[in-house]
């Protein structure tokens, strides 16, 4: 994300970019240089993400690896759509061109252009926001999620 900055800023450079959460001693001096519309407020606790996710345009989750990151079923539950790597099981939860855009891994180019189609679009992020969140609440509701998962267990039980 931090080298698909510059590019996202050339077409909006009113943008600004948002990363939350603990950065490791190899991206720090990247973060420590990165242009001044990347804001960097380290650790945000868990009952400040809500208001942070629905502030956002987008949200990108650019791993190289990943089978079910919170941050995408956080985001979608507050309406925003996602831009994630294609890998793991991310394929899974955001449906590309439906609540979100899914790019290569890796691909700084795609995934700058995914971020800034959105940026573009109002009319389409608009809708992806309103199937993210009805996606959210409909497939990942974690009661939902317990009720499936106890039917599960008893149709196994029941096979023996």
């Known amino acids: 994300l931090l080298r698909a900055v510059p590019q996202i800023l050339k077409k909006h450079p009113d ?16 973060v420590n240089a990165a242009p001044p519309q990347v804001k960097f407020p380290g650790f945000v606790p868990h009952e400040e993400l809500p ?18 990151p919170n941050v995408i079923y956080e985001a979608m539950a507050c309406g925003v759509p996602v831009v994630a790597s294609r890998v793991g099981g991310i ?3 955001v449906e590309d061109g439906v609540t979100g855009l ?9 995934l700058a252009r995914a971020v800034g189609d959105l940026l573009d679009n109002t009319a389409t ?5 309103h199937r993210a969140r009805e996606r959210a609440l409909s497939c990942f509701d974690v009661n939902l999620i317990t009720r499936c998962t106890l039917d599960l267990y008893a149709r ?3 096979l023996k």
């Open 15 to 30: 943008a600004e970019c948002i990363l939350a959460g603990r950065v490791s001693d190899g991206l720090r001096a990247m």
């Open 51 to 68: 208001a942070l996710y629905r502030s956002a345009a987008v949200v990108v989750v650019p791993s190289q690896w990943d089978n079910s």
């Open 91 to 93: 394929p899974e939860l």
């Open 102 to 110: 899914l790019v290569p891994p890796r691909d700084v180019n795609a």
């Open 125 to 129: 992020r608009t809708n992806m926001s």
């Open 156 to 158: 196994a039980l029941t």
